[in-house]
C-alpha cells in the first residue's frame, strides 16, 4: 500500500516541478541557507517544540536533498530508490503509529524550513496532516522600511500575545486589529483556553470558506478571517456552528472577493455627471411616499464641531427636497452596539449615513443584514463592498489657507494643531506647509495635537515665537471662541484670518439624488466587485475657502487663482519635488501624487517640526478611532 501512495505521492510532485518550470519557478525545495546569505538577520530565539503548521512550510535549510522532492515536498526520484523505500516505510509507520520525532527546523519571515524531517513533511502533507511538531528556531531579521518586514515584527508581537503561529496577514495593522476584536477588554496574554476557542473558530471557518471555493480566490486565510469577525463580532462568532457560519460567509461573499483583487476600491472623485441634471420634482413627484434618510452621529452636535457640519448638511437636504425627504438625526455613544441603526431600519428608512469611522463597523454589519437598505460611513481608507465610504479632499482647502498662512507671517514660524493621528491628517498637515512653502520657502510650520494627555499646543507655540496658527476647522455651538481656522496671535487676543469650509449639505445633496435617479447602480455596475469611496473635492463645491476682508488684495488674488486652478484640475498641491523631515524625495519634479498615495501619507514633509505621538500619549476618549485608522509613529517618515 505505502508504494502505491509513493507512486501517488510521485506523480503530484512531477506535476508541480512540470508546473513550475512552465511557469519560470525554482521547481525543487527553496533553500534558506541561501536566502540567508543575501540578507543580514538580527538574531535567533529558540522556540522549543511547538506545532508547526504544515501549510506553512516553505523549505528546506541546506541543499542537500533538495532535489528529491518538488516546491511542495512531494518526492520526484524513483520508488526504487533508498531513498522512495525510506519514504514508504516512513509512511507505513506515520499511519500506524503517528508521529514519534519532532522535526527540526527554522522559522523566518513567519515560513518554516527543515533541517531534521524533510521525508516526514512530505509524507504528512501528503496525508493532508494540518500541523506537526518541531524544535523550532526562530531567525529575526533586521528591521527595514520594507511592507513584509514591517508586517513580521508586528507579527512578533502578536505572538508573543497568542502564541498562534498560522495566521497570515498582507496589511500592516492587521494582527493588532485582530487581537483587539478577539481579546477587547484584556491586554494580556491569551491563555490557553482562549488559544485553543480561536483554534476552533478559525478551522470551523476555514473548513466552511474553502468549501466555499475560497481557495480559488487569492486571499490569504487570515485577512479574511479578519474580515469575518470584523462585521459580525468576536462574540457572536464564538457562539456559532458550522451551518451558521457557512450562511455568514454566503452573505459576505462579495467581500471576500474585494479582498482577492489588487485594487480593493476604487475612489469616485467627482459627482456623477447624471445626478445634477434630474430636478427634484422629477425624482420625488408630489405624494409620493418620502424617502427616509437618517444621520446618526458618534457625538451631540451641540458639543462637537464636526458632528455639528453634518448636521448642517442635514439640514440643507431638508431644505433642498423639502416635503419629498423625511430626514432625522440620531446620537449613539457607543460604537459596537447596533440597535440604535436595528431600530432605524425598523422604522423604514432606507438611507443611512453614519457619519465618523468610528461607527463604520456597525454600519457594516447593519448593511449586511439588511441588503435592501443603503448605508454609507463617513471616512477614508476603508473599503468594503456592503457599505460605500464618502469623505471630503479637504486638504485642497488646507493648501490655500497654508499659502496664506505663508504671505501673512511675520515671524516665519507657523503653528498647526491637529487632533487625531489617522490617515488622512498627514495629507492635511502636508498640504498646508506646502502651501507655506509656495509662497515663503523660509517659513517652517511647528506641528501639535489637541488630543495629548495633560498637554497645552500654545505653550510650545509660546516657546518657537509663533505668530499665526491653523486650528479646527470649526466650533460647535457651545464653543464661543475665535481658535478656529486660520488666526493670529496678538498678546491674548486672536485674530482670524481663513478657515476652510466642509459643506456636508452640497455632498449629501448629490448622494441623494445619485440614490434616486439610479446613479447610485451605475457607480456600482462601472467599478464592477470594488469597494466605493466617495472622495470629492474643490471642484464638487463641497470643500472652499474663505477669509477676511483684511486680507491684502495680492492675497486675495492668489487665493482665487489657486481655487480656480484646484477646482480645473490644473493644479494639485501634491505635485512636483517633496522631500520627507528625513531628506527622502518622496515625489519627484514631474510627478503627481494619486489620490491613494496621498491618503496613505505617513511622512512629513521637510518645513515641518513635530512627528506622531504614539496612542498611550493620547486622551482615552481617542483610542477606539486612532486604533481603527492610525498612524503609527514608528512609520512616520516612511523612506528611512
Given at each position: 500500500?505505502?508504494?502505491?501512495?509513493?507512486?501517488?505521492?510521485q506523480k503530484i510532485g512531477e506535476k508541480t516541478y512540470k508546473s513550475c518550470i512552465s511557469e519560470g519557478v525554482y521547481p525543487y525545495l527553496p533553500v534558506l541557507e541561501d536566502m540567508l546569505s543575501k540578507e543580514k538577520s538580527e538574531s535567533q530565539v529558540s522556540l522549543g517544540l511547538v506545532e508547526i503548521p504544515v501549510e506553512l512550510i516553505a523549505g528546506t535549510y541546506t541543499s542537500g536533498r533538495t532535489t528529491a522532492f518538488a516546491r511542495d515536498f512531494?518526492?520526484?526520484?524513483?520508488?526504487?530508490?533508498?531513498?522512495?523505500?525510506?519514504?514508504?516505510?516512513?509512511?507505513?509507520?506515520?499511519?500506524?503509529?503517528?508521529?514519534?520525532?519532532?522535526?527540526?527546523?527554522?522559522?523566518?519571515?513567519?515560513?518554516?524550513?527543515?533541517?531534521?524531517?524533510?521525508?516526514?513533511?512530505?509524507?504528512?502533507?501528503?496525508?493532508?496532516?494540518?500541523?506537526?511538531?518541531?524544535?523550532?528556531?526562530?531567525?529575526?531579521?533586521?528591521?527595514?522600511?520594507?511592507?513584509?518586514?514591517?508586517?513580521?515584527?508586528?507579527?512578533?508581537?502578536?505572538?508573543?500575545?497568542?502564541?498562534?503561529?498560522?495566521?497570515?496577514?498582507?496589511?500592516?495593522?492587521?494582527?493588532?486589529?485582530?487581537?483587539?476584536?478577539?481579546?477587547?477588554?484584556?491586554?494580556?496574554?491569551?491563555?490557553?483556553?482562549?488559544?485553543?476557542?480561536?483554534?476552533?473558530?478559525?478551522?470551523?471557518?476555514?473548513?466552511?470558506?474553502?468549501?466555499?471555493?475560497?481557495?480559488?480566490?487569492?486571499?490569504?486565510?487570515?485577512?479574511?478571517?479578519?474580515?469575518?469577525?470584523?462585521?459580525?463580532?468576536?462574540?457572536?462568532?464564538?457562539?456559532?456552528?458550522?451551518?451558521?457560519?457557512?450562511?455568514?460567509?454566503?452573505?459576505?461573499?462579495?467581500?471576500?472577493?474585494?479582498?482577492?483583487?489588487?485594487?480593493?476600491?476604487?475612489?469616485?472623485?467627482?459627482?456623477?455627471?447624471?445626478?445634477?441634471?434630474?430636478?427634484?420634482?422629477?425624482?420625488?413627484?408630489?405624494?409620493?411616499?418620502?424617502?427616509?434618510?437618517?444621520?446618526?452621529?458618534?457625538?451631540?452636535?451641540?458639543?462637537?464641531?464636526?458632528?455639528?457640519?453634518?448636521?448642517?448638511?442635514?439640514?440643507?437636504?431638508?431644505?433642498?427636497?423639502?416635503?419629498?425627504?423625511?430626514?432625522k438625526a440620531f446620537t449613539t455613544y457607543d460604537s459596537s452596539d447596533i440597535s440604535l441603526i436595528e431600530n432605524i431600519i425598523n422604522d423604514g428608512y432606507k438611507l443611512i449615513f453614519t457619519t465618523t469611522p468610528v461607527l463604520n463597523a456597525i454600519s457594516l454589519k447593519c448593511a449586511v443584514l439588511h441588503p435592501d437598505v443603503i448605508i454609507l460611513n463617513c471616512s477614508l481608507n476603508t473599503a468594503f463592498r456592503h457599505v460605500r465610504t464618502y469623505y471630503?479632499?479637504?486638504?485642497?482647502?488646507?493648501?490655500?489657507?497654508?499659502?496664506?498662512?505663508?504671505?501673512?507671517?511675520?515671524?516665519?514660524?507657523?503653528?498647526?494643531?491637529?487632533?487625531?493621528?489617522?490617515?488622512?491628517?498627514?495629507?492635511?498637515?502636508?498640504?498646508?506647509?506646502?502651501?507655506?512653502?509656495?509662497?515663503?520657502?523660509?517659513?517652517?510650520?511647528?506641528?501639535?495635537?489637541?488630543?495629548?494627555?495633560?498637554?497645552?499646543?500654545?505653550?510650545?507655540?509660546?516657546?518657537?515665537?509663533?505668530?499665526?496658527?491653523?486650528?479646527?476647522?470649526?466650533?460647535?455651538?457651545?464653543?464661543?471662541?475665535?481658535?478656529?481656522?486660520?488666526?493670529?496671535?496678538?498678546?491674548?487676543?486672536?485674530?482670524?484670518?481663513?478657515?476652510?469650509?466642509?459643506?456636508?449639505?452640497?455632498?449629501?445633496?448629490?448622494?441623494?439624488?445619485?440614490?434616486?435617479?439610479?446613479?447610485?447602480?451605475?457607480?456600482?455596475?462601472?467599478?464592477?466587485?470594488?469597494?466605493?469611496?466617495?472622495?470629492?473635492?474643490?471642484?464638487?463645491?463641497?470643500?472652499?475657502?474663505?477669509?477676511?476682508?483684511?486680507?491684502?488684495?495680492?492675497?486675495?488674488?492668489?487665493?482665487?487663482?489657486?481655487?480656480?486652478?484646484?477646482?480645473?484640475?490644473?493644479?494639485?498641491?501634491?505635485?512636483?519635488?517633496?522631500?520627507?523631515?528625513?531628506?527622502?524625495?518622496?515625489?519627484?519634479?514631474?510627478?503627481?501624487?494619486?489620490?491613494?498615495?496621498?491618503?496613505?501619507?505617513?511622512?512629513?514633509?521637510?518645513?515641518?517640526?513635530?512627528?506622531?505621538?504614539?496612542?498611550?500619549?493620547?486622551?482615552?476618549?481617542?483610542?477606539?478611532?486612532?486604533?481603527?485608522?492610525?498612524?503609527?509613529?514608528?512609520?512616520?517618515?516612511?523612506?528611512?
Amino acid at each position: 500500500m505505502s508504494y502505491t501512495d509513493y507512486q501517488k505521492a510521485q506523480k503530484i510532485g512531477e506535476k508541480t516541478y512540470k508546473s513550475c518550470i512552465s511557469e519560470g519557478v525554482y521547481p525543487y525545495l527553496p533553500v534558506l541557507e541561501d536566502m540567508l546569505s543575501k540578507e543580514k538577520s538580527e538574531s535567533q530565539v529558540s522556540l522549543g517544540l511547538v506545532e508547526i503548521p504544515v501549510e506553512l512550510i516553505a523549505g528546506t535549510y541546506t541543499s542537500g536533498r533538495t532535489t528529491a522532492f518538488a516546491r511542495d515536498f512531494m518526492p520526484l526520484l524513483e520508488p526504487e530508490t533508498e531513498f522512495g523505500s525510506k519514504w514508504s516505510h516512513l509512511y507505513d509507520s506515520l499511519c500506524s503509529e503517528g508521529q514519534r520525532e519532532p522535526v527540526k527546523a527554522y522559522e523566518y519571515l513567519n515560513r518554516f524550513y527543515i533541517v531534521e524531517g524533510n521525508k516526514r513533511v512530505s509524507v504528512q502533507k501528503y496525508m493532508g496532516s494540518v500541523s506537526l511538531e518541531g524544535v523550532v528556531t526562530r531567525i529575526i531579521p533586521q528591521k527595514d522600511d520594507t511592507k513584509e518586514n514591517k508586517i513580521y515584527f508586528e507579527f512578533l508581537d502578536f505572538y508573543a500575545k497568542t502564541k498562534i503561529n498560522y495566521l497570515l496577514m498582507s496589511h500592516e495593522g492587521s494582527y493588532e486589529k485582530l487581537f483587539r476584536l478577539i481579546h477587547p477588554e484584556n491586554s494580556e496574554p491569551l491563555n490557553e483556553d482562549e488559544r485553543l476557542e480561536f483554534k476552533f473558530i478559525y478551522s470551523l471557518f476555514k473548513k466552511e470558506y474553502y468549501d466555499k471555493g475560497g481557495h480559488k480566490l487569492n486571499a490569504r486565510i487570515g485577512d479574511v478571517l479578519l474580515t469575518y469577525i470584523e462585521i459580525f463580532g468576536y462574540d457572536d462568532i464564538r457562539h456559532k456552528n458550522s451551518a451558521d457560519i457557512r450562511k455568514d460567509i454566503t452573505k459576505i461573499w462579495s467581500e471576500f472577493r474585494m479582498l482577492a483583487d489588487d485594487k480593493p476600491f476604487s475612489l469616485i472623485m467627482h459627482p456623477t455627471e447624471q445626478s445634477q441634471k434630474i430636478s427634484i420634482a422629477k425624482l420625488i413627484p408630489v405624494g409620493v411616499q418620502p424617502l427616509k434618510i437618517a444621520f446618526v452621529y458618534y457625538k451631540d452636535p451641540q458639543i462637537s464641531g464636526w458632528s455639528y457640519c453634518h448636521e448642517i448638511g442635514r439640514e440643507h437636504i431638508s431644505n433642498v427636497f423639502g416635503e419629498r425627504v423625511e430626514t432625522k438625526a440620531f446620537t449613539t455613544y457607543d460604537s459596537s452596539d447596533i440597535s440604535l441603526i436595528e431600530n432605524i431600519i425598523n422604522d423604514g428608512y432606507k438611507l443611512i449615513f453614519t457619519t465618523t469611522p468610528v461607527l463604520n463597523a456597525i454600519s457594516l454589519k447593519c448593511a449586511v443584514l439588511h441588503p435592501d437598505v443603503i448605508i454609507l460611513n463617513c471616512s477614508l481608507n476603508t473599503a468594503f463592498r456592503h457599505v460605500r465610504t464618502y469623505y471630503l479632499r479637504i486638504y485642497e482647502a488646507k493648501f490655500i489657507i497654508g499659502a496664506i498662512a505663508g504671505s501673512m507671517t511675520e515671524e516665519n514660524r507657523i503653528g498647526y494643531i491637529a487632533d487625531y493621528p489617522i490617515f488622512g491628517m498627514p495629507a492635511s498637515v502636508n498640504a498646508f506647509a506646502l502651501g507655506v512653502k509656495l509662497v515663503n520657502p523660509r517659513a517652517k510650520v511647528y506641528l501639535d495635537w489637541s488630543t495629548v494627555k495633560n498637554h497645552n499646543p500654545y505653550e510650545y507655540f509660546e516657546k518657537n515665537d509663533v505668530d499665526l496658527i491653523s486650528n479646527k476647522d470649526i466650533n460647535a455651538p457651545v464653543q464661543e471662541s475665535r481658535e478656529f481656522g486660520l488666526y493670529g496671535l496678538y498678546s491674548d487676543t486672536r485674530f482670524n484670518i481663513a478657515m476652510p469650509v466642509w459643506d456636508w449639505g452640497k455632498m449629501y445633496e448629490e448622494l441623494v439624488r445619485s440614490v434616486i435617479n439610479g446613479a447610485w447602480k451605475n457607480d456600482e455596475n462601472a467599478n464592477g466587485i470594488h469597494g466605493l469611496n466617495y472622495y470629492w473635492g474643490m471642484s464638487s463645491g463641497a470643500i472652499d475657502v474663505i477669509y477676511s476682508k483684511k486680507l491684502p488684495t495680492g492675497t486675495r488674488q492668489l487665493v482665487n487663482i489657486l481655487k480656480n486652478q484646484i477646482k480645473s484640475g490644473e493644479f494639485t498641491p501634491f505635485s512636483g519635488k517633496i522631500y520627507s523631515q528625513h531628506g527622502i524625495l518622496m515625489n519627484d519634479t514631474d510627478d503627481i501624487m494619486t489620490p491613494e498615495e496621498i491618503i496613505n501619507i505617513d511622512w512629513f514633509a521637510d518645513n515641518i517640526t513635530g512627528s506622531i505621538p504614539e496612542i498611550s500619549e493620547l486622551e482615552d476618549g481617542c483610542h477606539e478611532l486612532v486604533s481603527q485608522l492610525g498612524i503609527k509613529p514608528e512609520r512616520q517618515g516612511s523612506g528611512i
